[in-house]
């Protein structure tokens, strides 16, 4: 283990237990919040149209206007508080988790820890160097778990990119405890099949289930073997997670799930689980299917209903509850998130969400699509844009989300009335290049304890939104959020 230092920084190294792994800890001094230019970008607010729900038309969104390179441009009641870049970590940045007044942001580098006691002023507490896409990020208590999506050669945080079609080729989940937030220790690491594009955690006695969520099997990948028609589930005991282990493999497809054709992907896994334990349900987005899961015995999740839709899904990208769980919305990653969708040509209906209602009780609950949703606002033909991540905004009476759509930026909509949702405020970013299609944008927006925070490329995004439908959700404090195990908001 070597220890490199920098008058910036200092460089520590930390063992993974019995597995002998190692991992390499950055821990940065405080960072500034700026946008992470040497010029501050230019910044307009737009107007917009004026709103059913208040008499200030500041309070609505609409923009047929593409902003400049960098320029930002935002609805008025949204305010734009801090951009803190990374200091070392140059990977994709992924997802976020919380825990008190922190951050835990994935990279495809490691992952990273932000301060956010003061949201308009957040800093970086430690950088975690342990490569291995996508670095989907959760936590639990002392515990911190990465998803790994791309074949290693071996589970250390030092391991190098191997082809996926070697035997001893490796990709999982790893465990990290955070109990000291400066220096986390790697733990455990679990070798799930197909890797761990996301996961999900479901709260067990005495244990936290991880549903690891994978896709894409190949004949030639002797550790990702087709058909791969569902999902591994991983036990990791909360007194020793070293103790993590692989306790099922559940096949959700029976029956092969979506065939797939030229417009939808078929079914070979999951890409993403949100479960809402409260209510013993989980909703996943399996590619070419949405499912509808009981999961009140966290081993065994069972498959309630499933839907498709080929006409206008073409990957069933991520899930999100309602408050009251009456209601599901799916994302479409038309493109898987490297393409232009949120064009003129592409229309309203593609790379959207998809609302759906739950009806019926118990196995006889069916989801009942109403309609789509789409950021009102064209980008340009060089913005990789598409519905992606993104949380409720837990205001009282009204279900409103935040989503990132990648370079379209950050829109929150409200879905109270299903058959007609609508975009009620927005943050955005003009295209990386005017020239060429090029990845960046917004990976993750979140409310959490009245900020909105976002895994810009640029760094770390701060959001406030100050409206009449949404101000109530500032009295909603947790102590902890992982967007994909959904809480019960009080």
């Known amino acids: 283990m070597t220890l490199l230092h920098s008058p910036r920084r200092r460089f520590v190294g930390a063992a993974a237990g019995v597995f002998g792994l190692l991992a390499t800890l950055f821990v940065a001094s405080p960072a500034v919040a700026t946008p992470g230019t040497e010029e501050p970008p230019t910044v307009r607010e737009i107007p917009g149209h004026e709103s059913a729900d208040t008499d200030d038309p500041a309070m609505g969104t609409a923009s047929t206007d593409i902003p400049g390179v960098d320029e930002i ?15 070392v970590l140059r990977g994709t940045t992924s997802d ?16 990273t820890v932000y301060d956010i006691r003061r949201p308009e002023r957040p800093r970086i507490i430690t950088e975690v160097f342990c490569p291995g896409a996508q670095n989907d990020i959760s936590v639990y ?37 955070i109990s000291d937030l400066r220096a986390p220790k790697y733990v455990a690491a679990v070798e799930t099949a197909c890797g761990s594009h996301t996961h999900t955690l479901v709260p ?36 020793t997670p070293r103790n993590a282990e692989l306790v099922s493999f559940e096949v959700l497809f029976p029956d092969g799930g979506f065939p797939g054709d030229a417009t939808g992907t078929a079914t070979s896994g999951c890409h993403d689980i949100t479960a809402y ?11 070419g299917d949405g499912i509808l899961m009981d999961i009140t015995d966290p081993e065994a999740p069972r498959v309630i209903d499933r839907v498709q839709d080929a006409e206008h899904f073409a990957f069933w990208h991520s899930a999100t509850f309602s408050q009251d769980g009456s209601k599901v919305v799916f994302t ?32 006889r609950r069916k989801l009942e699509f109403r309609s789509y949703y789409k950021i009102p606002r064209h980008q340009a033909d060089t913005e990789n844009c598409v519905a992606h991540n993104g949380s409720l905004i837990p205001a009282k009476g009204r279900d409103i989300m935040v989503q990132s759509w990648y370079q379209g930026g950050v829109s929150v909509w409200e879905f109270t009335d299903s058959d007609n949702p609508v975009e009620i405020g927005w943050f955005d ?19 959490y304890n009245g900020h909105i925070y976002s895994s810009e490329q640029r760094g770390l995004d701060v ?28």
């Open 73 to 87: 441009v935002h609805s008025r009641n949204i305010s734009h508080l801090a951009t803190v870049p990374g200091e």
């Open 277 to 287: 334990p409260a209510l013993r349900l989980a909703a996943g987005a399996c590619l």
């Open 204 to 239: 067990g006695k005495g244990a936290v289930y991880v549903y690891v969520s994978s896709y894409f099997p190949h004949a030639s990948y002797p550790d990702c073997q087709p058909p791969h028609d569902g999902i591994s589930i991983v036990k990791v005991p909360l007194k």
């Open 141 to 177: 208590g002392d515990l911190l778990i990465l998803s790994v999506d791309s074949s290693r050669s071996d589970d250390s945080c030092n391991s190098t990119t191997m082809p996926a079609t070697r035997p001893e080729a490796w990709e999982g989940i790893r465990v990290f405890d």
């Open 429 to 447: 970013r003009g295209p990386v290049s005017e020239e060429r299609l090029t990845f960046g944008g917004t990976w993750s927006a979140y409310y």
């Open 96 to 111: 976020i988790a919380f825990r008190d007044h922190y951050a835990f942001v994935g990279n495809y580098d490691g992952f």
């Open 463 to 490: 959001l406030r939104i100050t409206d009449p439908r949404t101000n109530s959700a500032r009295s909603v404090k947790l102590s902890e959020l992982n967007v994909q195990t959904q809480p019960r908001y009080r």
């Open 332 to 363: 479409d990653e038309l493109g898987g998130g490297g393409a232009a969708t949120c064009t003129a040509a592409i229309g309203p209906e593609y790379g959207a969400n998809g609302i759906y209602h739950i009806t019926g009780k118990g196995d």
